[in-house]
């Protein structure tokens, strides 16, 4: 009964958008008469989240109509990582992820692979051979192995997969991992990147249609983070590595200095002299209520924090358009559906997304679908 209703919802929002101006607003997400992100943001890029089974296992559950009525892009959490789809060396576990393309599929939802490579989440069973460590042939083997099983199943299906997930470190370099221990510069032409160019290789020769994406944390704070990432795919563009865009995660506290961000997407944007084609796409975008790498008391929401938080929010869409008419986005993904379900949520309650628990729609929602109504069209 659901099938193809994300499309009918937002040809109905332009109506939405009228009720909305005329000071009649929705109070849930999954409403009729509620705003759709997805819909607001059409001529610019598609809005999405990462979800989890559950959500869409009932087609009529808010979550799932939340989903339907908001987004037309989406990823999965963690059923897709490597520990989950590939735990043992021989045996994956597809049928998760079969559900979640299939619902993308039967609804008009572009679907998003993450991730098939990353030093975290990744069973040890990659780096050992019996008691001791993997030899570099073996683990790239592996990768091929993985990497293509993966995107062969999904060929034409998966629009887009995040191939390899946080390659620089927080000190811009190029982040030591089991990867990279084992494998290190094995083809011996003066660089590290070999496990991320097979990952890369085995994902387009599997599906060359796909969009493949080397994902990663504070590309859009750290300049130096910025740059060592233009460098390392700079170096493997010119190697003829099939990489289509870089992701800009998007894990930003409350407050962000918006001309530092422009001038870190322009670092990676450049790379277009290298590769014409090439594309940023925001992947995990969420607003951390409190200062990283604390856990003060809880936070206190007054005015001026609401302020700051639809601030935030509303001056990321913007640059998004910015990008989206140059021709260097097109996608945004929300890290989770609502609040209550965010992975901030570590110790202390978190606020991060512009839905709350109760899926009940922020000032912020509503500040973002403004920006894009007040500000024109492309």
């Known amino acids: 009964m659901i099938k193809h209703l994300s499309r009918i919802i937002c040809a109905s929002a332009a109506i939405v958008l009228l009720l909305t101006s005329c000071g009649s607003r929705a109070k849930y997400a999954y409403e009729d008469a509620a705003p759709s992100l997805c819909e607001a ?7 999405g989240a990462a979800i989890n089974s559950w959500d869409i296992e009932d087609p009529n559950s808010e979550n799932c109509r939340t989903i339907l009525k908001q987004f037309n892009v989406l990823t999965m959490e963690n059923e897709s990582k490597p520990e989950n789809l590939h735990p ?42 019996g008691a001791g460590d993997a030899s570099a042939e073996l683990v790239l083997q592996r990768i091929r192995d993985h990497v293509t099983t993966i995107v062969t199943r999904y060929k034409g299906r998966v629009d887009t997969w995040d191939v390899v997930n946080e390659v620089i470190g927080d000190d811009s370099s190029l982040r030591f991992s089991e990867w990279l221990r084992l494998v290190g510069d094995y083809d011996g032409d003066g660089d590290d990147y070999d496990y991320i160019e097979t990952a890369f290789i085995a994902a387009h020769e599997a599906d060359p249609d796909a969009r493949l994406i080397i994902n990663d944390y504070s590309l859009e704070t750290s300049s130096n983070k910025a740059i060592r990432m233009y460098k390392a795919v700079r170096k493997m563009l010119e190697d003829g590595v ?62 001026p924090f609401l302020k ?71």
């Open 41 to 47: 943001y059409k001529d610019w890029f598609r809005v």
């Open 88 to 129: 043992e060396e021989d045996r994956y576990y597809f049928d998760k992820f079969d559900s979640f393309v299939d619902f993308c599929e039967n609804n008009g939802i572009r679907a998003r692979g993450h991730t098939l490579l990353w030093h975290s989440q990744v069973p040890d069973w990659f780096f050992h051979d």
């Open 242 to 303: 099939p990489i289509d865009g870089v992701g800009f995660q998007m894990h930003i506290g409350n407050g962000i200095d918006y001309d530092a961000m422009k001038d870190n997407f322009e670092i990676i944007a450049s790379l277009r002299d290298i590769k014409p084609d090439f594309v940023i796409e925001v992947t995990e975008l969420d607003v951390n209520c409190y200062p990283w790498g604390e856990a003060p008391a809880d936070v206190e929401i007054t005015g």
């Open 308 to 378: 700051q938080f639809s601030e935030t929010y509303t001056s990321v869409f913007r640059l998004m358009k910015e990008l989206s008419e140059e021709g260097l986005l097109d996608s945004v993904v929300m890290w989770g559906l609502h609040d209550g379900v965010s992975w901030l949520n570590n110790g202390h309650r978190n606020y991060p997304m512009l839905i709350d628990r109760g899926l009940e729609l922020k000032d912020a929602f509503y500040d973002v679908i403004d920006e894009a109504r007040v500000r024109g069209q492309k």
